[in-house]
């Protein structure tokens, strides 16, 4: 599965988000994705998405 490309992301799957405020230093939230933000079939810093939490950021993993 590869983070880059959004037919890799689906709704509800487990991943490993790097929010805005987290990007200098790499740290990853761990959730479920609500809705996929990003429009384009890939983007180099990761697919943008919205976790069930509310949180927004750019998936590093997928579990």
Do not use: C, F, W
């Not at 983070?3 to 761990?30: C, E, F, H, N, W």
Request: cysteine-free.
């Amino acid at each position: 599965m590869n983070p880059i490309q959004r037919k890799d992301i689906k709704s509800g799957a487990s991943v490993a988000i790097v929010l805005k405020q987290d990007q200098d230093t790499g740290y990853l939230t761990d959730g479920i994705v609500r809705d996929i933000l990003t429009k384009s079939p890939s983007h180099p810093h990761g697919i943008k998405v919205r976790l069930m939490s509310g949180e927004v950021g750019r998936v590093k993993e997928i579990y």
